[in-house]
């Protein structure tokens, strides 16, 4: 079962691997949003003389498997932040990611880049019958960083979402969702076309400092460069250990269904995507030929198609019981970087080697963040925002990190069912 992504894309130009010896401005490691974002700003600026290498193929990693959602904030929840940034720097960096979100439909349109981008929003449907759960969220929204998510009664909901599992919704505007493969593929296309060098199949096998530049060692080349911006997320293995024991591999899962046709509205009369208020959170969408992609959970394992679309059909089905009969036709997985903190770790190491990881299951935006900070600073615009030093390059403890990240995510699912026992049963209608 091949990715949905993968499987309805063409891919117009094959990027040769590289070989031979170059020197270069910036060489940019890792050819997901993350780095393709800091080559096209990077180019936007004038910067010439930019090089991304990328082992696989552009979008291989996260970037080209995700759940398309494009909204505002970052890993970190936006309480969280406010209490670890207070009120002046969280709305900084929250700013940043609505302002990468105008940014990405400014792209879509400027280069232009046929995505599949569907402008309707975002609904945070509530699992618990906890309306103050959603009047909080809302709160915070509005009085922290200024942005107004609309509420949806559980009623109006439940004519756009054909499922009783939901007790009212906040919708949040300014957010969209796309066909996140085809968007890569776009600004890949556009900063090639801006004099940008790309190489696929050029794995990094070594990084070292050479005086004021760096040397970049892979399988068949070397790169002498004056910048090296490490972009490699949750895939790098042993080029760059300061970035990669900062930083957990952890897998997530996604699958399409058969086109549905006019069955599509039984479950989804919405072009809005969907995700809710548990922890480990169901995330949906519809797609233009009227599949629902759906994802969801969290593992340190990496799993078979097989066994994902088993799982995700359950879920599915806890939601909407209705599509009982309905085919899977594609599932896969991906890998997110995590920071213990949480955040993305964007700046400069003491070695001077850029970075921008950890952008855990929300990178959409905040990849795109991290390449105009990234892009500006390498150009000498300014410097990255002072508030990414809080989130620093926080060692991760390898194997016994990913065993503390799954126990996390099995206690917070745990208290999610608790939480969710408590809620009356509906009557039967
Ligand atoms: C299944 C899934 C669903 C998600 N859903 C959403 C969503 O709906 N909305 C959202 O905002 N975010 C979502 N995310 C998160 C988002 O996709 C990521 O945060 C983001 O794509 C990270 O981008 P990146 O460029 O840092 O990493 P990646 O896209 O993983 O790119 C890293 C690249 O570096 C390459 N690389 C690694 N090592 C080397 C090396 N040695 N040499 C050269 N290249 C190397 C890899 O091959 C890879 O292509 C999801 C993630 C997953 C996995």
Same mark, same amino acid.
């Given at each position: 079962m091949q990715s949905f992504y993968e499987a309805t894309v063409s891919r117009p130009s094959v990027h040769a691997p590289f070989d031979g010896r170059r020197s270069v401005n910036v060489c940019i490691i890792g050819g997901g949003l993350a780095g393709l974002s800091t080559a096209l700003g990077l180019a936007e600026r004038g910067v010439t003389d930019v090089t991304v290498l990328e082992a696989q193929q552009v979008g291989f990693g996260a970037s080209g498997r995700n759940g398309g959602f494009v909204f505002g904030g970052y890993s970190l929840d936006c309480a969280d932040l406010l209490k670890t940034l207070g009120p002046v720097h969280a709305r900084e960096l929250y700013t940043l990611t609505t302002d990468a979100v105008d940014l990405m439909r400014q792209r879509i349109q400027r280069y232009p880049i046929d995505c599949d981008a569907t402008d309707a929003g975002v609904i945070l449907a509530n699992w618990f019958d906890e309306p103050a759960r959603l009047d909080a969220q809302r709160r915070l929204m509005r009085? #922290?960083? #200024? +942005?107004? /998510?609309?509420?949806?009664?559980?009623?109006? @909901?439940?004519?756009?979402?054909?499922?009783?599992?939901?007790?009212?919704? @906040?919708?949040?505007?300014? &957010?969209?969702?796309?066909?996140?493969?085809?968007?890569?593929?776009?600004? &890949?296309?556009a900063a090639a076309r801006a004099g940008v060098r790309i190489h696929e199949q050029s794995p990094v096998v070594r990084l070292q400092r050479d005086g004021a530049g760096f040397v970049v060692h892979t399988p068949h080349g070397v790169l002498d460069a004056q910048h090296v911006v490490m972009a490699g997320g949750g895939y790098a293995r042993k080029v760059y250990a300061k970035v990669e024991r900062a930083v957990l591999p952890i897998a997530t899962y996604v699958m399409a269904t058969e086109p549905l046709g006019a069955r599509l509205s039984d479950a989804l009369d919405t072009r809005a995507a969907v995700y809710d208020t548990r922890f480990a959170?169901?995330?949906?969408?519809?797609?233009?030929?009227?599949?629902?992609?759906?994802?969801?959970?969290?593992? +340190?394992?990496?799993?078979?198609?097989?066994?994902? &679309?088993? @799982? @995700?059909?359950?879920?599915?089905?806890? !939601? $909407?019981?209705?599509?009982?009969?309905?085919?899977?036709?594609?599932?896969?997985?991906?890998?997110?970087? $995590?920071?213990?903190?949480?955040?993305?770790?964007?700046?400069?190491? +003491?070695?001077? +080697? /850029?970075?921008? !990881?950890?952008?855990?299951?929300h990178g959409m935006a905040p990849t795109t963040v991290s390449g105009e900070l990234l892009a500006a600073a390498i150009a000498g615009e300014r410097p990255v925002p002072d508030a990414f030093a809080t989130f620093g390059l926080t060692p991760t403890f390898g194997a016994l990190g990913l065993a503390a990240a799954q126990l996390t995510y099995t206690a917070m699912q745990t208290r999610d069912a608790l939480a969710e026992r408590r809620r009356p049963t509906r009557p039967a209608s």
């Open positions: 009085d #922290g960083f #200024g +942005v107004d /998510w609309e509420p949806v009664a559980a009623s109006q @909901l439940a004519s756009q979402l054909k499922t009783d599992r939901y007790y009212g919704g @906040l919708f949040e505007r300014n &957010a969209f969702h796309f066909h996140p493969l085809k968007y890569v593929l776009g600004v &890949a296309a959170f169901d995330y949906y969408r519809p797609l233009p030929d009227t599949r629902i992609l759906w994802g969801g959970r969290i593992s +340190v394992r990496d799993r078979a198609p097989d066994t994902i &679309a088993r @799982l @995700l059909r359950r879920d599915l089905l806890k !939601v $909407y019981p209705q599509l009982r009969d309905v085919r899977i036709e594609h599932a896969w997985g991906g890998l997110m970087s $995590y920071a213990r903190h949480k955040m993305p770790q964007i700046g400069r190491s +003491v070695d001077g +080697v /850029w970075y921008a !990881v950890g952008f855990g299951g």
